[in-house]
């Protein structure tokens, strides 16, 4: 193929290994987007409903479950959709909006979770002041922010500098779109070079991102050893973020990593596995933690359960 106007599908050529099983991954596929769905819905809803749950921790986390469902219906719909086709392939248009909408997703993750912790900081930290500090507008100005700052600024660009591009293939050996994968079909490398620049700066912006996180919590930790009433704070707000947040850098760093260096010749079943463990783990992860673990969300669940 000469250019990207001749190019009007790509081939997500990875889900030809679950043909074999596809009515049981069908089944357990769907199950589990349904679970996804309905915990992140409840959490949502019962934010949303309860008045005494309008505090900025509780509303950073119905931002962070609106962002699950976010990412989990930019992949599992249209992955459903492709276990039961006899053909697998996606328009040119669907792939760039799919890769948009996987992209964003990470990105959203990382800002919200760098946004919490700026909000456990200032709650440990500065209590008398929280308030203060954590207002009506602060509040609403963090949330947009964090979920609008880069996926909406660099992912839009990079999606429109790779639609540009002049393409030699159409095959993805993927289950679904990304960046990385569409421009290495790339006919000359020197084409991705834009790509490559928006990619190494957004990549540095949410390492920074990281480098925040990691002093907030050492910071907190510091803090927190010369009071116990800090401790017992720290214990519960504090370590349903982080196990968020290695979940998180462990599935997307592991991503990304075996997408520069993992080696080609593995079984496909098994790259399809290290793939898609980033919209597997957050999306149900991160609300059954919160769930369990934040004391106000658990007595709300144990109330409405109880009720009925």
């Not at 922010?145 to 600024?153: D, E, H, K, N």
């Not at 991705?192 to 620049?197: D, H, K, R, S, V």
């Amino acid at each position: 193929m000469d250019n990207t106007s001749a190019l009007r599908t790509f081939t997500l050529s990875g889900i030809n290994e679950t043909m074999n099983y596809r009515i049981t991954i069908f089944s357990l596929t769907l199950l589990y987007y349904c679970v996804v769905l309905f915990v992140n819905i409840t959490l949502i809803v019962i934010i949303i409903h309860d008045e005494n749950l309008h505090e900025p921790m509780y509303v950073f986390l119905c931002s962070f479950c609106i962002n699950g469902l976010y990412g989990a219906t930019g992949f599992y719909p249209r992955f459903l959709f492709d276990l039961l086709s006899s053909s697998h392939e996606i328009s040119y248009e669907g792939c760039l909006l799919q890769a948009f909408a996987v992209h964003s997703f990470a990105c959203c993750e990382m800002s919200i979770l760098a946004v919490m912790a700026y909000d456990r900081y200032v709650a440990i930290c500065q209590p008398l002041r929280y308030h203060s500090i954590m207002t009506r507008r602060r509040l609403a100005a963090l949330v947009g922010s964090s979920l609008a700052q880069c996926p909406f600024v660099s992912f839009p660009l990079g999606i429109f500098v790779t639609s540009t591009l002049k393409l030699c293939g159409s095959k993805l050996q993927k289950l679904f779109c990304v960046n990385v994968m569409i421009y290495e079909l790339a006919c000359s490398k020197s084409d991705t070079l834009a790509n490559n620049i928006i990619a190494h700066a957004t990549i540095q912006i949410y390492v920074l991102h990281g480098f925040f996180i990691i002093w907030t919590y050492v910071h907190l930790a510091i803090t927190c050893t010369n009071s116990k009433e800090d401790r017992v704070k720290f214990i519960q707000t504090c370590i349903p973020h982080l196990v968020s947040l290695i979940v998180f850098l462990f599935v997307i760093v592991f991503d990304l990593m075996f997408m520069r260096f993992g080696s080609k010749t593995l079984p496909q079943s098994l790259m399809n596995l290290i793939g898609i463990k980033f919209v597997i783990f957050p999306p149900l992860v991160n609300p059954i933690i919160y769930g369990f673990k934040l004391q106000k969300i658990r007595h709300r669940i144990a109330g409405y359960v109880s009720r009925k």
